[in-house]
Structure formats: structure tokens, C-alpha cells
Nanobody
Framework: AQLVESGGGLVQPGGSLRLSCDAS????????MGWYRQAPGKQRELVAD???????NYEESVKGRFTISRDNSKNMVYLQMDSLKPEDTAIYYC?????????WGQGIQVTVSS
């Protein structure tokens, strides 16, 4: 019962990446979904979420740079990340909001470095 993230990698400061999350669950369409991240030595934090009604919220440090979206026809959630900074370096995960323990995947590494 995991969600599968993809699209991470190494990017230079100021660059962009688009993360994808394959939910593949019918319950997805009725649920709020979020992108979380965990940097080395820090706790996992919610950076963006989107409700079933497509209302979005962002953590202050990513506002104006990250955009969360969803495609209910494909059971997919996306995170477009622009103007990336070294402090965005982390493992990124998608999950429900609030998160469900059984649905944590392996995450995807995002590294922002020159």
C-alpha cells in the first residue's frame, strides 16, 4: 500500500524539477494529498498539499516557487519545483494529508547543488 514517487535528481540552484506521485487508488480522488520532505538531520515536513476540491496550501519557504497539482483521471499528484535552492535538498515523499503510515514510499532524492 505505497505511493510511488518519481522525477527527482540533481539540479543546479535556480533550476527546476517536476515530481510525480502515482497513487493508483480509487480513494485518492476523495482525499487531500501532500508532498513532504525530509532533509538530513531534520524532521519530515509537509511542503504542499491539495484537497479533493483542488485547494492548495504551501509551506512558507516554498511559496511562489513550488506548485502542487493533481490529475484525478490518472490518480497522479505532481509537484513542480522552480527556482530551486540548496536548502530544498531533501528526500521528497507524497502521502495523504494527514499522512497514513502504510502509504509511505521510499521517496525520491532531490539535490540542489552547483
Amino acid at each position: 500500500a505505497q505511493l510511488v514517487e518519481s522525477g527527482g535528481g540533481l539540479v543546479q540552484p535556480g533550476g527546476s524539477l517536476r515530481l510525480s506521485c502515482d497513487a493508483s487508488r480509487s480513494i485518492f480522488r476523495l482525499s487531500s494529498m501532500g508532498w513532504y520532505r525530509q532533509a538530513p538531520g531534520k524532521q519530515r515536513e509537509l511542503v504542499a498539499d491539495i484537497s479533493s476540491a483542488f485547494t492548495t496550501n504551501y509551506e512558507e519557504s516554498v511559496k511562489g516557487r513550488f506548485t502542487i497539482s493533481r490529475d484525478n483521471s490518472k490518480n497522479m499528484v505532481y509537484l513542480q519545483m522552480d527556482s530551486l535552492k540548496p536548502e530544498d535538498t531533501a528526500i521528497y515523499y507524497c502521502n495523504f494529508v494527514p499522512p497514513r503510515a502504510a502509504y509511505w514510499g521510499q521517496g525520491i532524492q532531490v539535490t540542489v547543488s552547483s
